[in-house]
Each structure stands twice: as structure tokens, then as C-alpha cells.
């Protein structure tokens, strides 16, 4: 970048008079006339605004004491005006441009970016529209989080501390579902939701049977009477599953306000199921042909979404029958969150919102509104950030071009890049999910 | 003084209609923002230097929350008066 390059007055004479097309000497004299102009005024003591570009005032600077470098002498400067010029907000932007896809990223205390946090922890309780979805990249975020934990941690204390907590949280987390689903279910007794219905019921034993035999382990370090009863039970499961869920009930809310605090977080999270419910029955008319469209396009991957999780918890049960095994805990919690994701998935199919589907079908660009050349310094966020109004779109367009370039990070200068045409429902910076999306996307290239 | 009042007072001084005046100020603006977009330097003869300078990030703490922030680089507009201008502003008197 050329910023040692000086454009003298003679210069922008000429630049000024060619476009305006008027001659160099009328140019040269508006010129002198506006600077003098605004000189007088500033000496006058007035400031000086022009529009567009900036303002002209002049800031009084206090006399100070110095010392003369040569002599050692203290000496008195004197308190003199000079001009300061403050720039306009569209001066700003302009000049600001190449920086202008960058945010402040506040840290916490590791120095890490809290975005990347934020997402995979819980967040913000969303509109009933997005609450389901949500969820289920909620648990499936836990589902990974605790796969990790078991993936690394065999016999480690601390980490089995963790999954501890992991166990209660799901465990209230389920008992209430159980509650309301059994309520609601009664209520919602629309004809388009009886499939439904029927599924979640035959999920249902799944689902119960795992939760106990967790609880029952996770208890078991701090009340060795459950654990006597839970022997037998692993066989008798079923039966014997209510009451036991509401025994442990108040032992886990009592346990510590920690857990407390992390269950509520989760109840929350499950409140808007209710909601979803009540609103559930009116837009039901209203999406009525969109559902149809959307159980086309969503059942295929849910089943086998369904039939995976099925499987792997077929397995991890049968593993879990031979008694060699020494990481039980770490099997169960990756069982039951499956179990959990499943019912979501299963609960949300009716309801999956065209958004959903957007993001979900994969993209292809066929259509290209601009093209532009990387030049040094640009980016692709930069890029994103001129054509859609947000830089975390970015991903779009390194989609796009993605056959051509291995590494987001490290495309070479001077490359082509086309910038497709996408639906504007993906891009809209207003919605949160849209930007939730993309960072999701940034995560998946940014760590390969 | 504002746009309309700098607009009017350089029709008077120059003789000429304000709405030329009023092109002639938009072209010479427009004229010096495309060149600071292209971050070059521009001096105007006995009054100052329009420079565009590069504010490194830097990490911002939060004094009473202590919250850390990475605040990222940017380019801003600078202004430096020239030493004619510095030397016509000495004899105004401190008056506040």
C-alpha cells in the first residue's frame, strides 16, 4: 500500500479540475479560497464543518515544561491552538474499509475467544419457532462434549466428577419431559400429531431405561442404599423405572446449588417445549403444507438418524451386560444423550422449519452475482462483508469456491473469487440462526 | 460554521453562484476521500496534511469488570497542520 505516497495541492488541482471539467486555474483558486476560507474561520475562532468529510476545530494545548535536550535546561512551552480535524462517520467507514470486517472479540480468562464458547455451551432462549432445533444441536453438543470427555479420561477423577454432573443434569432433564410429555400428549390430541405420538411412545422404554441405570450410578458414590436396590433392578428396569426417578429427584436438587444452577439452566432450556406445544396447535393449520413438504425432505435423514442411534445403543448395552467393563459410566453417557437427541429429532419433525431445511440440504451454487480478485490484504470475510452486509458469511463463499482452494486462510493473491447468488433467507443478518449457522460452518473449515 | 455557511461565504469571496461553488466543494471531497481509501497522503500547501494511519489492535481491559477485550486494527483519518498554519495560529490569544 502506497501510504508514503503524497498527493500535493498541485495534484488534486488537477484531479479536482478534470472531473469537474473546469479549468485548472478556477480549480486552483477555489482551492486557496476554500482553505482560507476555513482558515479565517478557524482563526476566528469558529469550527468548521464540511459535510461528508469531516470537522475543523481547533483544541487548545496547555503549556507544559520540557527540558532542552542540548543544555538540561527546563524550559516552558507555551500553550498553543492547533487544528484538529475529526472525520466524518463516512470518511471513517471508507478508510476503514479493509479493517471493516473485523469485531472486538472480548476473552475470558484463557485467552480464548468467548464465541466459540458460547457455542457449544447453552444460549440464548430462542423463539418458539427455532426452540426445537436448538435443542437438538444443544445435546448434540453435550453428546460430543462428553464423547471427548470419555474419549480422553478412563480413570481420571476429576473428568468423572464432570460426567457426574453430566448424569444429573439429564437425568432432571428427562424426568421432566416424562412429566410433560405425559400431560401433554393428552392435550395435543390433533390428527396430525398422532404418528407422532405413537413414536415417541415406542421411544420411550429406551428412553427410561437408560436415565435409570445412570442415576443409579451416579447416586451410587453418595447413597450406597439406592445402590443395593439398583443391582437387581438393571433387570427389572422397566418396572421399576417411576419411582425410582422420583426418589432421585430430590436428592439431586438438593445435592449443591452448583448442580442446581446447571439444572435449572437445563429446565429452562426445556420450558419452551411447553410453549411450543400451546403454540404448536394454531400454526398447525397455517403450516399444515409446509409440513408435508418438510417431512419429505427431513425424514429420510432422521431415520437413519434414528436407526444409527439404535444401534449404537444396542451395542453399548450389550457391552454394558458384560461385566468386564470397567468405564461404565463413560458408556451410559454416551447412550442416554442419544436417546435424548433421538426423541428431539423424533418431536421435531412435524415442526422442522424451512430454515432448518436450508441449512441442512447442501448448498449449490449455480447462479454468481459478482466476481472479485483477492488482492493483498483482502479477505474472504471482507469480501462477505461487501456483498451480503455481514463478514460471517463468509463460509458461503469460500463454499462456492472451495474446489479451488484447499484453505480458507491461505488463498493465494490475485485468485478469481465468484461470489454466488444465495437465498436471501440464508444471509439474513438479522436472524440470529443465519449467523448461528455460518459460525457453525466457520468452526467446521476453520479447524480443518 | 457548517456546509451552508462555508458554501455561502466562498460564493461571496469568489463572485460566483453558490450551487457551483456547492460541485466544486463536492468534487474536491469526493476527490480526497478516494484517494485516503487508497491511503495516500494528502497535503494542501499552508494549511496541513491529510494522512491515513494504521491503529494497531490491541487489548483493551475493562476497569471495573476486568473483562478483556481484543480490539481489532483500523485505519483512521489523521490531520497534521502545517507549520504556516501552526505559526498564524501563535498570535491568537488563549481565550476560555
Known amino acids: 500500500m502506497n501510504s508514503k505516497e503524497k498527493i500535493s495541492s498541485q495534484e488534486i488541482v488537477d484531479l479536482v479540475a478534470s472531473k469537474a471539467s473546469v479549468s485548472k486555474r478556477a480549480a486552483e483558486e477555489f482551492l486557496k479560497m476554500m482553505i482560507t476560507t476555513i482558515e479565517d474561520a478557524l482563526l476566528a475562532g469558529e469550527s468548521v464543518k464540511v459535510k461528508g468529510f469531516g470537522t475543523f476545530k481547533l483544541q487548545w494545548n496547555e503549556p507544559r515544561k520540557s527540558v532542552n535536550v542540548q543544555t538540561g535546561e527546563d524550559i516552558i512551552i507555551e500553550g498553543y491552538y492547533k487544528v484538529g480535524f475529526v472525520p466524518d462517520s463516512s470518511l471513517k467507514d471508507l478508510v476503514n474499509e479493509p479493517f471493516a470486517h473485523l469485531e472486538p472479540v472480548t476473552l475470558d480468562d484463557d485467552g480464548e475467544p468467548k464465541i466459540a464458547a458460547a457455542s457449544e455451551s447453552e444460549e440464548e432462549i430462542p423463539e418458539p419457532l427455532r426452540i426445537f432445533t436448538e435443542q437438538a444441536f444443544e445435546i448434540k453438543n453435550i453428546l460430543s462434549e462428553i464423547n471427548a470427555l470419555s474419549g480422553d479420561s478412563s480413570d481420571d477423577d476429576g473428568d468423572v466428577n464432570d460426567q457426574d454432573d453430566f448424569h444429573y443434569e439429564i437425568d432432571t432433564f428427562e424426568v421432566d419431559e416424562d412429566?410433560?410429555?405425559?400431560?401433554?400428549?393428552?392435550?395435543?390430541?390433533?390428527?396430525?400429531?398422532?404418528?407422532?405420538?405413537?413414536?415417541?411412545?415406542?421411544?420411550?422404554?429406551?428412553?427410561?431405561?437408560?436415565?435409570?441405570?445412570?442415576?443409579?450410578?451416579?447416586?451410587?458414590?453418595?447413597?450406597?442404599?439406592?445402590?443395593?436396590?439398583?443391582?437387581?433392578?438393571?433387570?427389572?428396569?422397566?418396572?421399576?423405572?417411576?419411582?425410582?426417578?422420583?426418589?432421585?429427584?430430590?436428592?439431586?436438587?438438593?445435592?449443591?446449588?452448583?448442580?442446581?444452577?446447571?439444572?435449572?439452566?437445563?429446565?429452562?432450556?426445556?420450558?419452551?417445549?411447553?410453549?411450543?406445544?400451546?403454540?404448536?396447535?394454531?400454526?398447525?393449520?397455517?403450516?399444515?403444507?409446509?409440513?408435508?413438504?418438510?417431512?419429505?425432505?427431513?425424514?429420510?435423514?432422521?431415520?437413519?438418524?434414528?436407526?444409527?442411534?439404535?444401534?449404537?445403543?444396542?451395542?453399548?448395552?450389550?457391552?454394558?451386560?458384560?461385566?468386564?467393563?470397567?468405564?461404565?459410566?463413560?458408556?451410559?453417557?454416551?447412550?442416554?444423550?442419544?436417546?435424548?437427541?433421538?426423541?428431539?429429532?423424533?418431536?421435531?419433525?412435524?415442526?422442522?422449519?424451512?430454515?432448518?431445511?436450508?441449512?441442512?440440504?447442501?448448498?449449490?451454487?449455480?447462479?454468481?452475482?459478482?466476481?472479485?480478485?483477492?488482492?493483498?490484504g483482502s479477505r474472504l470475510a471482507w469480501l462477505s462483508k461487501k456483498y451480503y452486509g455481514l463478514s460471517d458469511f463468509w463460509v458461503y463463499i469460500y463454499e462456492a469456491n472451495r474446489d479451488r482452494f484447499e484453505d480458507p486462510d491461505k488463498i493465494p493473491e490475485g485468485s478469481l473469487i465468484h461470489i454466488p447468488k444465495l437465498d436471501p433467507r440464508l444471509i439474513d443478518a438479522s436472524n440470529p440462526r443465519c449467523v448461528e449457522n455460518a459460525k457453525k460452518l466457520h468452526d467446521l473449515y476453520v479447524k480443518r | 460554521m457548517n456546509h451552508k455557511e462555508l458554501i455561502a461565504s466562498m460564493a461571496t469571496k469568489m463572485n460566483a453562484p453558490k450551487s457551483v461553488v456547492e460541485s466544486l466543494l463536492e468534487t474536491t471531497i469526493t476527490t480526497c476521500k478516494e484517494l485516503l481509501a487508497e491511503e495516500k497522503t494528502i497535503g494542501f500547501q499552508g494549511f496541513g496534511n491529510f494522512e491515513v494511519r494504521k491503529k494497531e489492535e490491541r487489548l483493551s481491559v475493562h476497569p471495573a469488570t476486568q473483562i478483556r477485550t481484543?480490539?481489532?486494527?483500523?485505519?483512521?483519518?489523521?490531520?497534521?497542520?502545517?507549520?504556516?498554519?501552526k505559526d498564524k495560529l501563535k498570535d491568537l490569544p488563549h481565550h476560555e
Open chain 1, 179 to 376: 412429566d410433560e410429555e405425559s400431560e401433554s400428549i393428552d392435550e395435543v390430541v390433533e390428527e396430525t400429531v398422532k404418528p407422532e405420538v405413537v413414536e415417541t411412545k415406542e421411544d420411550e422404554p429406551e428412553i427410561v431405561e437408560e436415565p435409570k441405570v445412570t442415576i443409579v450410578e451416579a447416586v451410587a458414590e453418595e447413597s450406597k442404599i439406592v445402590t443395593e436396590e439398583v443391582e437387581p433392578l438393571t433387570e427389572i428396569k422397566e418396572d421399576a423405572v417411576e419411582e425410582e426417578i422420583t426418589v432421585q429427584e430430590t436428592p439431586i436438587k438438593t445435592d449443591s446449588s452448583a448442580l442446581e444452577s446447571d439444572s435449572s439452566a437445563f429446565l429452562e432450556n426445556v420450558k419452551p417445549i411447553k410453549k411450543k406445544k400451546h403454540w404448536f396447535v394454531p400454526v398447525i393449520i397455517l403450516v399444515l403444507v409446509g409440513i408435508v413438504a418438510a417431512l419429505y425432505f427431513v425424514y429420510p435423514p432422521v431415520n437413519e438418524f434414528g436407526n444409527e442411534t439404535y444401534t449404537t445403543v444396542k451395542d453399548n448395552v450389550s457391552k454394558w451386560l458384560t461385566p468386564e467393563n470397567k468405564n461404565l459410566d463413560e458408556i451410559e453417557a454416551v447412550v442416554i444423550p442419544k436417546d435424548t437427541t433421538e426423541i428431539d429429532s423424533v418431536a421435531i419433525e412435524p415442526v422442522v422449519d424451512s430454515l432448518q431445511i436450508l441449512f441442512d440440504t447442501p448448498r449449490v451454487y449455480p447462479e454468481f452475482i459478482a466476481s472479485a480478485t483477492i488482492t493483498k
Open chain 2, 70 to 85: 481484543l480490539i481489532p486494527p483500523k485505519l483512521v483519518v489523521n490531520f497534521k497542520q502545517s507549520s504556516i498554519l
